[in-house]
């Protein structure tokens, strides 16, 4: 009896703290491939800036899977804010503060329309995300001409751009900062889905449609909120892109979404939360950061690297979702 109390107790341990066990084996194992290079402090801000723009949108991601939704087009989307921030500093000279409140506006309006297609004509989140995917990477190269956006280059009109690229945004594209505003957006979101009411109330959504929508909660209403959070953080995303680029490359952000949503799924069970939670993601980005900077680290072959990290990803998302039992 007590074996198998013991062996139950390993099981649920290592279900449970899957991601951190994986974290501390990869660095253990890239710290002896590369004890001089791995285990440096420049080495962990390297990776933490890496994962710093994944971290975000995953946010977005977190609030969005925690009400029981789904996005593919929110890479889409934050190229399409990297577009406009950019477009309003460089094209017309706008101050940075006045563009990227106009680029939150632009962003939410674009959000309600997929929450219009999720919520009034009842299309699965998959369906209606993949198609505004679509659309979105279309309003994107119509708005900009096809090109990307970056000083000195001239608007699609032929008009000679007026601005440049403030310092504001050359600091929050870079480290130590991009890295506070990562930690800062973790923060928000753990205290926003724990200990806020509309947290609660998105987290039963996402367990139970039907019980929540019993239990009184106004469900369509949880499902819009948790929209427009989601827009702010892809807002961020794509401010942060066109930051760290000092340009607004064509898709730029969109090569950024399966990375957050491999930390969101990493990071669910981290813990025992069995939901998506700001935490656990967090903690599935940086183990999606260490497996990337170290693979480069011992000479992956650039075309090996997605065969190599995929494999390992998978045996961390089996160690952590094997022994969940069904319904």
Not at 14 to 22: M, P, Y
Not at 50 to 59: D, E, G, Q, R, Y
């Amino acid at each position: 009896m007590n074996k198998k109390l013991n062996a139950q107790s390993v099981t649920t341990f290592i279900k449970n703290w899957a991601a951190v066990i994986a974290i501390v084996l990869l660095i253990g194992i890239f710290a002896i491939m590369r004890p001089t290079s791995f285990l440096t402090l420049s080495n962990f801000e390297t990776i933490m800036r890496s994962i710093s723009i994944n971290t975000v949108l995953a946010m977005s991601l977190t609030v969005t899977l925690a009400v029981g939704g789904f996005d593919l087009a929110a890479g889409a989307l934050a190229s399409v804010s990297g577009y406009f921030v950019m477009s309003y500093v460089l094209w017309y000279g706008t101050n940075f503060w006045l563009a990227l409140l106009i680029t939150i506006v632009f962003t939410l309006v674009l959000q309600c329309v997929t929450m219009f297609l999720v919520i009034k004509c009842k299309i699965p989140d998959l369906l209606a995300t993949c198609a505004m995917m679509f659309v979105l990477q279309g309003i994107g190269l119509t708005y900009t001409g096809g090109g990307a956006i970056s000083a000195g280059m001239a608007r699609p009109d032929g008009e000679a751009s007026v601005g440049s690229v403030p310092n504001i945004m050359k600091t929050i594209g870079t480290s130590p900062t991009i890295i506070i505003i990562m930690l800062v957006c973790v923060v928000i979101v753990h205290l926003f889905l724990t200990y806020t009411k509309y947290g609660r109330y998105i987290y039963a959504v996402g367990g139970n449609k039907t019980a929540a929508k019993l239990s009184g909660i106004p469900v369509k209403k949880y499902r819009f909120i948790a929209g427009m959070i989601a827009a702010l953080f892809i807002a961020f995303t794509g401010v942060l892109v066109a930051s760290r680029n000092q340009s607004a490359q064509i898709q730029g952000a969109e090569g950024y979404q399966m990375y957050a949503l491999a930390a969101v799924f990493i990071g669910r069970s981290v813990a025992g939360q069995e939901k998506p939670n700001a935490v656990g993601t967090l903690i599935g980005a940086i183990l999606v950061g260490i497996l990337d900077n170290g693979l480069i680290m011992v000479g992956v072959p650039y075309y090996s690297l997605n065969a190599v990290k995929g494999a390992v990803l998978a045996i961390a998302l089996i160690a952590a979702y094997a022994s969940t039992k069904e319904d």
